[in-house]
């Protein structure tokens, strides 16, 4: 269960404790934010299991990649030429798109959702995203 809350080394209704895992060395500035403002907004006594902080990792490299892609457009501009000489679009532009895409299905896999909330299956959460569009509710 992803997210789950962990009650000292029971799961069970004994004192609940908050840990913090150090940010990986392998991150950057960006990630590392990333990294610490996702850890630190999960509720006491909450933690992620191995999967998901390998999924939070790869999320905050994510994020050190296109911040380094934004510098490159920032230094270059977002149009270069083609090799006939039209104007195209910077390659950085679309790999960062990607990694755009790529971050957030990395940190929709984590499924960090409130503890109290029921536990739906993607087939009800497809039908809810629907109706809140449908009905104008975000």
């Given at each position: 269960m992803p997210g789950r809350p962990f009650f000292g080394r029971h799961w069970g209704l004994i004192a609940m404790t908050k840990r913090i895992q150090?940010?990986?060395?392998?991150?950057?500035?960006?990630?590392?934010?990333?990294?610490?403002a996702i850890l630190g907004d999960l509720e006491d006594g909450w933690e992620l299991d191995k999967r998901e902080l390998h999924?939070?990792?790869?999320?905050?490299r994510c994020e050190d990649e296109m911040r380094e892609?934004?510098?490159v457009v920032d230094k270059e501009g977002?149009?270069?030429?083609?090799?006939?000489?039209?104007?195209?679009?910077?390659?950085?532009i679309l790999e960062g798109r990607q990694l755009k895409l790529t971050q957030l299905r990395l940190l929709?896999?984590?499924e960090?959702?409130?503890?109290?909330?029921?536990l739906a299956t993607p087939a009800s959460k497809r039908a809810r995203r629907a109706a809140q569009s449908?009905?104008?509710?975000n």
């Open positions: 150090a940010v990986p060395k392998s991150l950057g500035k960006p990630g590392g934010s990333l990294w610490k999924l939070l990792e790869r999320a905050c892609l934004e510098a977002s149009m270069g030429r083609g090799s006939t000489g039209q104007a195209v679009v910077h390659p950085a929709s896999a984590l960090l959702e409130d503890p109290g909330a029921q449908r009905w104008g509710r």
